[in-house]
């Protein structure tokens, strides 16, 4: 008996596709207004209100170490994280897709190993990769100042 | 929104409750196989769902939903037996409505999955296998399905970010009559006296009533349980009842929202490690059908809610000998405490990790984790364990969030809420009150009366840098302790009664913020917290 195909919900970040869990999926959610929180670490972009729940928003393209988007406005992923909701910051969403096992490839070793530990798979497809995010790996985003303090 | 918007969204609500109702039904027709009243609430529920999503189009649930209400149709004629892997199919075919209603949500649209292995074994009536002994029906303290019509005569559907808009009303109306008040007091009663106290009296009730339209029976969360053991009990092979006591408990919904997790997580840890396999149960001369009660009630003002189950209880020992493997606690601290505190220590970050994990109660969520999803808002757990006769887990929450009035001050564009409790008083740099502020080595300093008042700029304590910036001139002077401080903001927008939520995990140690709050305008703002604003060391350019 082989195992139903994982069946991910893709969003587009930067030129990469990363996909999430259609599980751990709640919601998508078009651009709204995020709060900046200063001193948070540097992959957050804010808090936002989600009817009334005030979710983290992380940066998709910071976490993962791409370069930064030109244009702020960005859509929501809001994933569950262990006992929280979380909201990941992507460009926009694509499909859903459940690639077969024997699609899976090794992620591209070239990559920087930030980007590797923060990937569970990878899969070759359609003429593209499709990178699955290592929800886990979120737990990495800690406290590092986002502007220096002024020194004593 | 438009019309047809609206339709959808009144859809997608209704169809969810129902779906809700369909799972705990059919969970009670596993017990109870040939009751006519559950067969045709099932069968009359499938049923407006196929009907309303046949109106919009929504094919894909429409399908389902007829092949689910065919299937019952035989069995409500007494054509078909039901079995077991009968109701998985139905749960299934509810587990598929509930994920395209989500697409739907999401995107306004069914999205596109194939049901088609679903729908071919619900037309062949699924497996004919004989059914398997089932386990004896959850008892409900509620009424049971279809009793409740003369109460929905009674009530009116109300989208509750409307109530929390009349809730930021009430909250605006007080701001009003307070600053109404102010301006009497400065200028002498004037006949105003008896209507503001009127006004204020109104204002109390008018309070306490839109508080009420927030509560929001518990039941509605234990409704999700029976399903959820059920399931449960089926991947560890043991034979499990629940029974659910005081659903008819009232919360803020706020508070509700906050307790889902915690309840659901302690629920699987009673059926996955609390019950015995039905075997050893039998060895040790208990039922081998485990039990597990969900108990909600009012207590002094506040809501217990407890979760008991008579399997194996904890082993003071072994919680002991795990907390020492783990590095929590030493060998010789352990030797010195109580049973009781020894428990506790399941309560450690850290402790219920690794191999104590398994896919069900697992996911990196512990008993720590429930604890401070509880204290987060303001309640308490307990845990009570008898060794071979069960163990007992205990939260004490409060019937709403707080609610605290804060002032909110402005800071480089941004909007930030601090607690009114911590607020001494409001100045501004060079008036009577505070005076010109003075270096003092590496500090900038008002004189206040008679005390020297520290000066730090809000801006720069947040990090943002507050160099080549005119310095401006309000200051809130606030209190943490015995220490003052005198914070330098933008300006002052005014105040307004706040419900502080806890921030996320990724923000929760920063220490500068108590929490967030949505303002009237659907903006988040951050809270403040007043003793985690350290003065930065070193010059300021508040001089």
């Known amino acids: 008996m082989s195992p139903e195909p994982a069946r991910y919900g893709t969003f587009h970040v930067d030129h990469l596709l990363v996909g999430v869990e259609v599980a751990r999926l709640e919601e998508v959610l078009a651009p709204r207004p995020l709060t900046p929180v200063p001193l948070a670490p540097v992959e957050v972009r804010g808090v936002v209100n989600v009817r009334g729940r005030i979710l983290t928003a992380v940066c998709l393209r910071r976490f993962l170490g791409l370069a930064p988007a030109a244009d702020a406005s960005a859509a929501h992923a809001v994933v569950r994280l262990g006992d929280e909701a979380l909201s990941l910051l992507v460009d926009r969403p694509g499909d859903v897709v459940a690639p077969p096992a024997s699609a899976e490839v090794p992620v591209p070793a070239a990559t920087s190993e930030r980007f590797r530990s923060r990937l569970s798979r990878a899969y070759a497809g359609d003429g593209r990769l499709l990178f699955v995010l290592d929800l886990a790996s979120l737990d990495a985003v800690t406290a590092r100042p986002q502007a220096e303090r002024r020194p004593a | 929104m438009s019309d047809d918007g609206e339709i959808v969204a009144a859809f997608l609500a209704e169809t969810a409750e129902g779906l809700d109702r369909l799972e705990t039904d059919l969970v009670a027709l596993e017990a109870d196989p040939t009751s006519p009243a559950l067969l045709a609430g099932v069968f009359r529920t499938f049923h407006t769902?196929?009907?309303?999503?046949?109106?919009?189009?929504?094919?894909?649930?429409?399908?389902?939903?007829?092949?689910?209400?065919?299937?019952?149709?035989?069995?409500?004629?007494?054509?078909?037996?039901?079995?077991?892997?009968?109701?998985?199919?139905?749960?299934?075919?509810?587990?598929?409505?509930?994920?395209?209603?989500?697409?739907?949500?999401?995107?306004?649209?069914?999205?596109?999955?194939?049901?088609?292995?679903?729908?071919?074994?619900?037309?062949?009536?699924?497996?004919?296998?004989?059914?398997?002994?089932?386990?004896?029906?959850?008892?409900?303290?509620?009424?049971?399905?279809?009793?409740?019509?003369?109460?929905?005569?009674?009530?009116?559907?109300?989208?509750?970010?409307?109530?929390?808009?009349?809730?930021?009303?009430?909250?605006?109306?007080?701001?009003?009559?307070?600053?109404?008040?102010?301006?009497?007091?400065?200028?002498?009663?004037?006949?105003?006296?008896?209507?503001?106290q009127r006004l204020s009296a109104l204002l109390g009730e008018l309070q306490a009533d839109v508080s009420r339209t927030r509560m929001q029976p518990i039941g509605q969360l234990l409704a999700k349980l029976p399903r959820l053991v059920r399931d449960l009990a089926g991947q560890c092979g043991k034979s499990v009842r629940l029974d659910l006591d005081g659903g008819d408990t009232e919360l803020d919904r706020s508070v509700l929202e906050a307790v889902r997790d915690p309840l659901v997580h302690l629920v699987r840890n009673a059926v996955d490690h609390g019950l015995e396999m039905p075997a050893a149960r039998t060895d040790a001369g208990k039922d081998p059908t485990g039990r597990v009660a969900v108990r909600a009630r009012h207590e002094q003002g506040q809501v217990v809610l407890e979760v008991t189950d008579d399997g194996a209880g904890i082993d003071p020992e072994r919680v002991g000998r795990r907390a020492v493997e783990r590095g929590l606690i030493a060998p010789a601290e352990l030797a010195s405490l109580s049973e009781a505190a020894i428990l506790e220590l399941v309560f450690t970050p850290g402790f219920s990790t690794a191999a104590a994990v398994t896919t069900l109660s697992g996911r990196g969520v512990g008993m720590d984790v429930v604890r401070a999803n509880v204290e987060r808002i303001g309640g308490a757990v307990g845990l009570h364990s008898v060794p071979g006769a069960g163990t007992t887990v205990r939260a004490r929450i409060p019937l709403t969030l707080a609610i605290v009035p804060a002032l909110l001050v402005s800071c480089r564009g941004s909007r930030y809420a601090l607690p009114q409790a911590s607020v001494l008083e409001l100045a501004r740099l060079g008036d009577a009150a505070l005076g010109h502020p003075e270096r003092v080595e590496d500090t900038v300093v008002a004189r206040r009366r008679d005390e020297v008042l520290p000066l730090a700029r809000l801006d720069e304590l947040l990090g943002l840098g507050g160099a080549g910036r005119e310095a401006p001139g309000t200051v809130a002077v606030v209190q943490s302790g015995e220490a003052r401080l005198g914070v330098v903001v933008d300006g002052v927008i005014g105040t307004e009664e706040i419900v502080v939520v806890p921030l996320g995990r990724h923000l929760r140690h920063l220490g500068a913020y108590a929490g967030a709050t949505v303002l009237g305008d659907g903006a988040v703002a951050l809270v403040l917290d007043v003793a985690g604003l350290a003065p930065p060391a070193g010059r300021s350019d508040v001089a």
């Open chain 2, 49 to 196: 769902v196929k009907g309303t999503s046949g109106f919009l189009g929504f094919r894909q649930v429409e399908d389902l939903s007829h092949a689910a209400e065919d299937f019952l149709g035989e069995l409500r004629d007494g054509n078909l037996q039901l079995t077991r892997a009968h109701l998985g199919g139905l749960l299934e075919v509810v587990d598929a409505l509930r994920s395209l209603l989500g697409a739907i949500r999401a995107g306004g649209a069914e999205d596109d999955r194939d049901h088609e292995e679903l729908l071919a074994r619900l037309a062949q009536r699924g497996d004919e296998r004989p059914a398997p002994p089932v386990p004896p029906p959850p008892r409900r303290a509620a009424a049971g399905p279809g009793t409740t019509g003369t109460l929905a005569e009674r009530s009116v559907r109300v989208d509750v970010e409307l109530l929390d808009r009349i809730l930021r009303r009430v909250g605006e109306l007080v701001l009003a009559r307070n600053q109404l008040a102010a301006h009497r007091g400065a200028r002498g009663g004037g006949g105003l006296d008896a209507p503001l």
